[in-house]
């Protein structure tokens, strides 16, 4: 079974400033994707960020870049420029396919990070 | 695109009663959709994956029969809480997945207290 952990439960950041979230996770398996999600005080899950593992390359997103570690399994988020709208929760997610042809892919996330990006 | 609706957005219901969810895919066709748990300040908890046409298939330690599922098209799956009690008040949230692709695209969750 995969886990994910994410060890930090809060985070402050002052606006404008970068953060980095940790994230490792646990797996045997070779394919996989890794994601970043964010859930506000609305509770709605918003990606902010997808990483496949046979990809080398580290994903970004505006704002929001990743640093990929596969052979430490490793998946940090870095935030830089931190705006008040960044305020959230962020969960760390490992996916990998769960049944052949029908391609259903299964989530299972961290314990979140709360961040709270202070003005 | 790949918006996924939840109705209601919160439900109170009396103790012994059945609630239903509705989780939709708005623009997208979805064979598979997901059903999670979410407790306050909590992770989400996956409960059961449903796909379109069979039966559910439930994670270890979600009772299937309180927790019924039914994905009877591509863009509509259904949650019944059966003979609810006030431990299965939570936050539900559904997620859906166009085929076959690694994603899911979540819905905006449903909020229900048992009284």
């Known amino acids: 079974a995969q886990t994910v952990t994410q060890s930090q439960p809060e985070m402050s950041v002052q606006e404008a400033e970068t953060v980095t979230l940790s994230c490792t996770y646990d797996?045997?398996?070779?394919?996989?994707?890794l994601f970043w999600y964010k859930q506000p005080p609305s509770r709605q899950m918003i990606l902010v960020i997808r990483?496949?593992?046979?990809?080398?390359q580290n994903a970004t997103e505006n704002r929001f870049s990743v640093n990929f570690q596969k052979a430490a399994k490793s998946f940090s988020l870095k935030i830089s420029d931190s705006q008040l709208g960044d305020t959230a929760m962020y969960f760390c997610a490992f996916m990998k396919q769960v049944n052949s042809g029908a391609g259903s892919y299964q989530l299972t996330f961290g314990k979140g990070t709360k961040l709270s990006v202070i003005p | 695109g790949a918006v996924v609706s939840q109705h209601p957005s919160w439900v109170i219901c009396k103790s012994g009663t059945s609630v239903k969810i509705e989780c939709r895919s708005l623009d997208f066709q979805a064979t598979t959709m997901f059903w999670y748990r979410q407790f306050p300040k909590q992770s989400l908890m996956l409960m059961a994956t449903s796909n379109e046409g069979s039966k559910a298939t439930y994670e270890q330690g979600v009772e299937k029969d309180k927790f019924l599922i039914n994905h009877a098209s591509l863009t509509l799956s259904t949650l019944t809480v059966t003979s609810a009690h006030p431990e299965d008040s939570s936050f539900y949230i559904c997620?859906?997945?166009?085929?076959?692709?690694?994603?899911?695209?979540f819905g905006p969750g449903t909020r229900l207290t048992v009284l």
């Open positions: 990483q496949e593992a046979y990809k080398q």
């Open positions: 797996t045997s398996e070779s394919n996989y994707y």
């Open positions: 997620s859906a997945s166009p085929v076959p692709f690694p994603e899911q695209f």
